[in-house]
């Protein structure tokens, strides 16, 4: 029986090349430079057999709490991991306004367990938007134009937001 756990702390830079070099295999994912992962507060880490496998960032915003980027590594996709992660920040974070968004299905799958549920941009609180566009123009340059595009043209599907206010 595999060994898991997770915790918080800052990630390691093994841990960091690690994500870099298979951004590739996460589509769902925007790209993310070295500087932006060593910049990320007090991650939650999984570990399996003490070996990393994922990791889950938690941005403080005002009022709510934004997750993600959530990532798993390739090879331990679709084995429920995941969905443990997610579990456990949300259990730790149960008592603040949570906020989510993906174009993974699984992700949204995952997070209606947790009784968030989807709601439209628009439908957005208004410190959520402020914060997705001056994230989009933060990060906006050409590797960033470059991994956009094509996503764009996936048929995986749309970019959808999901929250769980606090209770």
């Given amino acids: 029986m595999p060994k898991i756990s997770i915790f918080q702390r800052k990630l390691a830079d093994s841990e960091i090349m690690l994500l870099l070099s298979q951004s590739p295999f996460f589509p769902d994912?925007?790209?993310?430079a070295k500087k932006t992962w060593e910049g990320f507060q007090n991650p939650f880490i999984i570990l399996k057999d003490d070996k990393f496998i994922g990791v889950c960032v938690v941005i403080?915003?005002?009022?709510?709490?934004?997750?993600?980027?959530?990532?798993?590594?390739?090879?331990?996709?679709?084995?429920?991991?995941?969905?443990?992660l997610?579990?456990?920040?949300?259990?730790?974070?149960?008592?603040?306004?949570?906020?989510i968004g993906s174009s993974n299905k699984k992700v949204g799958h995952i997070v209606k367990g947790l009784n968030f549920r989807k709601i439209s941009y628009m439908g957005l609180p208004g410190e959520i938007k402020v914060f997705l566009l001056r994230q989009f123009w933060e990060r906006l340059n050409?590797?960033?134009?470059?991994d956009a595009i094509p996503k764009l043209f996936r048929k995986s599907g749309r970019y959808r937001y999901f929250i769980r206010p606090a209770g």
Avoid at 29 to 32: C, H, I, T
Wanted: aromatic share 14%; hydrophobic share 40%; no cysteine.
């Fill in 29 to 32: 994912v925007g790209l993310y």
């Fill in 60 to 84: 403080p915003l005002e009022n709510w709490l934004k997750l993600g980027p959530v990532i798993i590594l390739k090879e331990f996709q679709g084995k429920g991991y995941g969905k443990r």
């Fill in 86 to 99: 997610l579990s456990r920040v949300v259990e730790r974070y149960r008592a603040n306004n949570l906020y």
């Fill in 142 to 146: 050409l590797n960033f134009i470059k």
